[in-house]
């Protein structure tokens, strides 16, 4: 692999990891708890669920750029054992 392509991937896979602008919050529902990310904004809130096995994480590389174009609030959630 050449340098230039090394560097793309490194930036790619570190841009999936970075943390979003939210906040996070634990919610004990009934002895269920959940898992929230909150990005605040305006208008009607977006709610993202995670499904086929994935946690609330598989949202975090887009949801910057949603709030980015709707400026809306944005909230993830999963559910934890």
């Known amino acids: 692999m050449g340098n230039f392509q090394f560097k793309i991937l490194l930036i790619f896979v570190l841009s999936l990891a970075l943390?979003?602008?939210?906040?996070?919050?634990?919610v004990d529902i009934g002895g269920?708890?959940?898992?929230?990310i909150i990005v605040k904004g305006d208008g009607?809130?977006?709610l993202f669920e995670a499904g086929g096995g994935n946690d609330a994480s598989v949202w975090?590389?887009?949801?910057?750029k949603i709030h980015e174009v709707t400026g809306t609030t944005l909230?993830?959630?999963c559910r934890l054992p």
């Open 75 to 77: 909230i993830t959630y």
């Open 44 to 46: 009607i809130p977006i």
């Open 32 to 36: 269920y708890n959940l898992h929230f």
């Open 19 to 26: 943390p979003i602008r939210g906040q996070d919050t634990l």
């Open 60 to 64: 975090n590389g887009i949801l910057d």
